[in-house]
């Protein structure tokens, strides 16, 4: 592929880089006007890069000669567009909130040296931007700069997000974790390419199915692989590297939580699945080696089981929701091992389906306050329909989405999952998760039982609405589609499952309708008389 051509699928991205720029500058300027206006610019340029993403990777434009799964940035642009829009309206009135308040009571003159909100908006876009490269990464060290381009503007949205220590201590853990992450799966890349010789996915895939036919991979191959997923599982927040979650998505507001809910999550499961197809692994052949499956499944069982009992344990919703957040790693995981074909197709949906789901329950929490401050525990959210019934349905809603519980958006995306592992022979794996599916309801209920039926209490009556009403149009619009796309369910299946396609199916499908035309072609030519050779045949000379 030439560059122009490869930059043809940068568009998304290369919109939401001029985005990053302009929100920048928007949010530096002295007129009040501007400055408020950064939230829409930001939403304006997200919802291009995801229209630009249907058109930049439709049919006619994939090339499955250079990418391993040609058509994933259409859907992950789609979904990247429409959460991270969502993501948006969760922050509005939330970013330099005292700073725009000192400001209009003329208490301060405004300072661009103090301002945050243009940086606040400018972070958070290039970290989607981040996760779309993930999709037209063509070797690894793309990869791992998309990798780090998702990551790095979170470290900062987390220590600017809040103006206590609990926020800089949860920054400061966060980045040193992260770094140290980084460092894993960047060595595991090292020796991928030792193993390989070669740093391009397509070169790479090709190598690992030589030794595969010459016996199966070396020894170099399997432990850069095994280094690269438990790096790469950090940004899940995959066990054994989960501990962070709970602390920094407690000391973070609740927007930028929302955003760790989503963002580098999807960034590790995509980037999880682009390095498994590099070792040969498609629709025409799903087996993973041995030591790979291992290591995913033990992976898998851990970060589900320890993510739903760490939930069970706690007070403080974030640290609730934390814990949940990681058993949904465990969760995807069961896709990843399936492969190819109905395995990713299943974990692109719930993708799509925990995002909207995770989004809307953090939406009440951006979208309500206790004097100031944001609702911390259980008892907050007592009694909750009394006086924000609007909020209490959307919790209880988007719970029960997360629990998946029939007919909502989780229960469809939960069931392909286990459908996944069924008909790929990890029947054992699918029990685990049916039964910490079931102990997730344990306290997924308290999240639908404590708002609607608890009787409040004096805490819980001062909880009152924040600055802004985008969040609670957010959580409404969350909602709404958690109700309504499942009506979609055939199509939203059919778009994930041709997302989902490797190259080698593609190519192979491709070549097989090739052979069909032409094999039909030839036997219509052995029925169909040429008129010339009819009429000589005719003739009275060879009567």
Not at 14 to 41: C, K, N, W
Not at 106 to 112: C, Q
Not at 312 to 337: F, P, T
Request: with cysteine; net charge positive.
């Amino acid at each position: 592929m030439t560059m122009s051509n490869h930059l043809w699928f940068l568009i998304p991205e290369a919109i939401l880089m001029v985005g990053v720029v302009i929100t920048a500058i928007t949010g530096l300027m002295r007129s009040v006007s501007i400055r408020q206006s950064t939230p829409a610019v930001a939403a304006v340029f997200v919802i291009a890069s995801g229209v630009a993403s249907v058109f930049v990777f439709s049919p006619e434009h994939l090339d499955t000669t250079t990418f391993l799964m040609p058509a994933l940035g259409r859907w992950v642009g789609v979904i990247t567009s429409a959460v991270g829009l969502v993501l948006i309206l969760n922050s509005v009135g939330q970013v330099d909130r005292r700073l725009e308040k000192a400001v209009a009571a003329g208490r301060l003159r405004f300072d661009p040296l103090r301002a945050s909100g243009g940086e606040y908006y400018a972070f958070m876009l290039l970290s989607l931007a981040g996760l779309m490269l993930i999709c037209t990464a063509n070797d690894l060290i793309w990869l791992f700069l998309a990798l780090e381009l998702t990551s790095l503007p979170t470290y900062v949205l987390v220590a600017m997000s809040r103006t206590n220590k609990l926020a800089q201590e949860a920054a400061m853990k966060y980045f040193f974790l992260g770094a140290m992450s980084a460092a894993i799966f960047l060595y595991g890349f090292a020796l991928l390419y030792a193993a390989t010789g070669t740093i391009e996915f397509d070169q790479m895939r090709r190598a690992f199915q030589s030794q595969t036919a010459d016996g199966g991979l070396g020894a170099l191959a399997i432990a850069g692989l095994l280094l690269s997923l438990f790096g790469i599982g950090f940004k899940l927040a995959a066990a054994p590297l989960h501990l962070y979650a709970a602390d920094v998505y407690e000391g973070a507001s609740a927007p930028v939580t929302a955003f760790l809910g989503f963002v580098p999550k999807a960034a590790g499961v995509l980037a999880i699945m682009m390095l498994l197809v590099t070792t040969g692994l498609s629709e025409l052949s799903n087996s993973l080696p041995y030591p790979i499956m291992i290591m995913l499944w033990v992976v898998a069982v851990l970060t589900m089981t320890l993510g739903n009992i760490g939930a069970l344990l706690q007070r403080s919703i974030k640290r609730m929701l934390a814990y949940s957040s990681i058993a949904h790693s465990g969760y995807l995981m069961i896709g990843i091992i399936a492969g190819p074909g109905i395995g990713y197709t299943a974990v692109l949906f719930y993708l799509l389906a925990y995002g909207i789901g995770n989004t809307a329950a953090f939406s009440v929490l951006s979208a309500l306050e206790r004097r100031g401050e944001e609702l911390t525990t259980l008892e907050d959210l007592a009694g909750l329909r009394k006086r924000h019934p609007l909020m209490a349905a959307v919790l209880a809603i988007s719970s029960g989405s997360l629990l998946g519980f029939p007919p909502l958006l989780g229960f469809w995306g939960k069931l392909m999952l286990f459908i996944a592992g069924i008909q790929t022979g990890q029947i054992v794996l699918v029990i685990i998760a049916a039964v910490n599916s079931a102990i997730s309801g344990w306290y997924y209920l308290k999240l639908v039982a404590v708002p609607v039926m608890a009787t409040p209490t004096a805490r819980s009556e001062s909880v009152e609405r924040g600055p802004s009403n985008w969040p609670r149009v957010a959580g409404v619009i969350m909602v709404v589609a958690t109700l309504v796309l499942p009506i979609f369910l055939s199509w939203l299946y059919m778009q994930s499952s041709d997302s989902a396609q490797t190259a080698a199916a593609m190519r192979a499908r491709t070549q097989a309708e090739s052979t069909e035309v032409l094999e039909s072609a030839q036997a219509s030519a052995r029925l169909v008389p040429v008129p010339g050779v009819q009429a000589s045949l005719n003739s009275p000379s060879n009567r």
